[in-house]
């Protein structure tokens, strides 16, 4: 198999943006009169949806929600989130993803972000980083009822690659996952996605145990290597020592 597409992760992988969802979502339990625990947000949010975590959290607390209130407290979260973004001098984005976006391109790769966050967060950090232009599509947690760490939403940019390119064939094994947590490499090899994990959230001998490739920094990910190893498909996870 050739590598065809590069599917990244959005929070932790384009954007160092979890203390932010952290604070919101702090916020939001303490409008609904709750308080989130010491290291709750981390267990239960890291890597999943935006509608999985507050879904998740106000379930552990007896609390749950009819779907029309469930949008309403991600549509609260989301203009938050906006307000939050609107106050940053920088963005947050992680150091080398640019050079990394550039020799994707350069390679003739597709590339399409696959995340549980709300696309409205997406797209308003991607287009004000300069970054949107690279992306064929973006596959969001408003697309999915399912969160990582189920495929769906790995399967779903594969389809639509084809459905955009028909005549591109993509397969999940011609495609690299770029993901920064255990839900999110999960999803992507449940999916048949061979995964290059970034230690921007675990530390690397934590990741190198989930992911076929692990790396610290952008730099790092040598795409001709993982290209060259994708075209003989191994299946025991790979680790490159930094």
Known sequence: MTLKAVLFDFNGVIVNDDPIHEKLIEQLML???LQLKRGEFREVCLGRSNRACITALLERRGRFLTETYLDRLLQRKAEAYKAQIDTLEKLPIYPGLAEFIDKVRAAGLKMAVVSGAMRSDIE????????????????????????????????????????????????????LAV????????AAKKAGIQV?????????????????WTVDYFADLELDRVAALCSIAPTEPAAKNT
């Open 31 to 33: 409008d609904e009169n």
């Open 196 to 212: 290059a994990g970034v230690t921007h959230t675990y530390p690397f001998h934590m990741i190198q145990r989930q992911a076929n």
């Open 124 to 175: 308003l950090v991607l287009d004000r980083a300069g970054l949107a232009a690279n992306f064929e599509l973006i596959v969001a947690g408003d697309d999915l009822t399912a969160s990582k760490p189920a495929p769906d939403g790995y399967l779903l940019a594969v389809e639509l690659l084809n459905q955009k390119y028909p005549h591109f064939n993509l397969q999940p094994i011609e495609c």
């Open 179 to 186: 993901e920064d947590t255990f839900a999110g490499i999960e």
